[in-house]
């Protein structure tokens, strides 16, 4: 693909020309032991078409039969988010040609999905630090079935676009989906891609809750699409809109919708026209470029699927499962707040992150509140960061955020010590303890070696030494940097300073 | 009664990927007519007290556990696939020129 340059208005100016509208579709990808409409295995990373039979493979005469545990997370889904859930839903075949599903169609639901009507209150921030909620409207939430992975070959890029052909993996090819509709979201104005962030964040905090899916963004089992179009402000009339996939990270989609209202506000304030289209966004340039245009693809000629039964969930089963629903994450992080003792800019902080129930299984593995928030936030962001990823997806585990706090509570590591630990972790050397030994980590305390090494200081610093003789205690850092220096940072500087001082009296 | 015309016809060709001559479609948008027509004499014979439906059958709920059940070997799946690459389906190019 040729690189693009594209006019975009700054920020500012489109909110002073146009008011957004937005619209997310969230796919879920259940955790389900198997398909959707068949007993294949669900599980990530396999070998390519291992996990397939003639059902997912869309092979003559297969029936498809849904599996009951998709229904129960779909119900479960909706009812998490206020929705009604229907008495009686049928799926429809939606018909498209592209091999990622060899049937040439995947089975959905289309005008009778099995939950609709509902909301969400998606927390931000005020103007004044308050917290504030934001209602976004739920349209419906449908079952549907995942496609195959697709991998082009040829061309310069990896992409469909100059491609010699395609290959496909079909492992994915059924796996259960719930598609999650907002209804358009006007109103926020410049907080729109705030809004959008905090609601796949906040959806994604109740998808784990419920535990209905891993809701792992970097690998796929929860996908944003984001429709966005614009109107001139203070009119009413819905603009053409473009809907954006492939957005994978929270971050993303914040940057996705930024990106989109300025590029549709450049367009529209010169006098052009929004086309009614698919746009990829590209995370490493933050872009968006155009995909297929919708006007003959949207002809999908639904119509009811004949090989499945209608499902029509009982009340007593709907209720059942009402039952079943986790404490409300609002409710949860008001509780969580007051039990850690965290301030609401630390709070907010941790729900921004990404990081509340991150902390919440530390804080269960042992960790004191503020230590496991200082670690998440701190050097676990941080790292995540560098590397574009999720702190949930780095690689350390909760559990081993607490073995490595255990370790400094002990005194057998000190934060510089932990961090070369977390290192050693993320380059899978062993559990925190084998580091320690295999690395020679741990703090010496050796009181020997520890009066030796302030000695050679404050034989090398005169001058400061005689300072703190003098009275001038904060001189004493210059010594204990040359200390830990000496001792390779494997040391407590607590104790340096203690002897430093001793000798020094 | 439904009438397909031309147009439609050539409109469901390109979606279901199928080149059409322009003398294929002429004799075939009417055949096309006549075949809807036929299938429209139904709702002559259906009554109001006959609802709608998309299954013979009238069950609900039909479901199966969340149990897995062996599937195909690799091997199996693309035993029937005209070309194969790296233990996948090869297809031909998606994206034509035009895009």
Same mark, same amino acid.
């Given at each position: ?330 409710? =949860?992080? $008001?509780?969580?707040? &007051?039990?850690? +003792?965290?301030?609401?800019? @630390? !709070? *907010?902080?941790?729900?921004? #992150? ?117 009275? =001038?205690? $904060?001189?004493?850092? &210059?010594?204990? +940097?040359?200390?830990?220096? @000496? !001792? *390779?940072?494997?040391?407590? #500087? ?12 | ?99």
């Amino acid at each position: 693909m040729s690189a693009q340059t594209v006019d975009l208005l700054s920020f500012e100016e489109t909110l002073e020309k146009y008011d957004p509208a937005l619209g997310l579709e969230v796919h879920v990808e259940l955790s389900t032991l198997t398909k959707m409409f068949c007993g294949c295995p669900t599980e990530f990373g396999a070998e390519p078409n291992t996990q397939v039979c003639p059902t997912c493979l869309g092979l003559p005469g297969a029936m498809p039969v849904v599996n009951r545990k998709a229904v129960e997370g779909a119900i479960r889904i909706g009812l998490a988010l206020n929705c009604q859930i229907a008495d009686w839903c049928r799926f429809a075949r939606k018909n498209y040609f592209y091999p990622d599903m060899p049937k040439n169609f995947q089975t959905s639901q289309y005008d009778e999905p099995i939950a609709f009507e509902g909301w969400m209150d998606v927390a931000l921030e005020g103007e004044d630090g308050e917290p504030e909620t934001f209602r976004v409207v739920i349209e419906r939430a449908h079952m549907e079935e995942d496609t195959g992975k697709t991998l082009h070959v040829g061309g310069a890029t990896g992409r469909i676009h100059g491609a010699d052909y395609s290959l496909v993996d079909y492992n994915r090819a059924g796996i259960p989906l719930i598609e999650i509709v907002t209804k358009p979201i006007r109103g926020a104005g410049e907080r729109a891609p705030e809004v959008a962030k905090a609601y796949v964040a906040q959806l994604r905090e109740l998808i784990v809750a419920l535990g209905v899916s891993d809701a792992r963004m970097d690998q796929g089992s929860i996908r944003a699409d984001v429709n966005l179009s614009l109107a001139p402000r203070g009119s009413n009339v819905l603009g053409t809109r473009t809907e954006t996939k492939n957005v994978n990270s929270l971050r993303s989609v914040e940057r996705a919708v930024r990106y989109e209202m300025r590029r549709h506000a450049a367009v529209l304030s010169s006098g052009g026209s929004i086309l009614q289209e698919t746009r990829h966004w590209h995370e490493d340039t933050g872009i968006t470029t155009s995909g297929r245009e919708k006007s003959d693809a949207e002809d999908y000629r639904y119509f009811p699927e004949p090989d499945l039964v209608p499902v029509a969930p009982s009340r007593e089963w709907v209720e059942e499962l009402r039952g079943t629903l986790p404490e409300n994450p609002t409710q =949860k992080r $008001a509780r969580l707040q &007051a039990e850690w +003792g965290f301030s609401d800019l @630390e !709070m *907010r902080d941790t729900v921004g #992150a990404g990081a509340l129930l991150l902390i919440e299984r530390t804080v269960a593995a042992g960790t004191a509140p503020q230590a496991a928030r200082k670690w998440w936030l701190g050097e676990m962001a941080r790292r995540a960061n560098e590397t574009g990823t999720e702190i949930d997806a780095l690689g350390v585990t909760p559990e081993q955020v607490a073995a490595v706090q255990a370790l400094v509570d002990a005194g057998t590591l000190n934060d510089k010590l932990a961090r070369q630990v977390f290192d050693g972790l993320l380059a899978g050397e062993g559990t925190p303890d084998e580091i320690v030994a295999a690395r020679g980590l741990a703090i010496v305390s050796d009181e020997g070696a520890l009066s030796a090494a302030v000695d050679h200081a404050i034989a090398a610093n005169p001058d400061v030494a005689d300072k703190i003789r003098d009275g =001038k205690v $904060a001189a004493a850092g &210059a010594l204990i +940097g040359a200390v830990m220096k @000496e !001792m *390779r940072g494997q040391a407590d #500087a607590a104790r340096v300073r203690e002897l430093i001082l001793e000798k020094l009296a | 009664m439904p009438e397909i015309t031309r147009d439609e016809v050539a409109h469901l060709a390109t979606l279901a990927r199928i080149d059409l001559s322009d003398a294929e479609l002429d004799h075939l948008a009417p055949q096309l007519s006549v075949i809807l027509d036929s299938v429209a004499s139904i709702s002559e014979v259906a009554s109001a007290d006959v609802p709608p439906t998309s299954h013979p059958l009238p069950l609900t709920n039909v479901f199966r556990e969340d149990v897995v059940v062996p599937g195909l070997t690799a091997e199996q799946a693309l035993a029937g696939a005209p070309e194969s690459e790296q233990q996948r389906f090869s297809v031909p190019r998606i994206l034509g020129d035009e895009q």
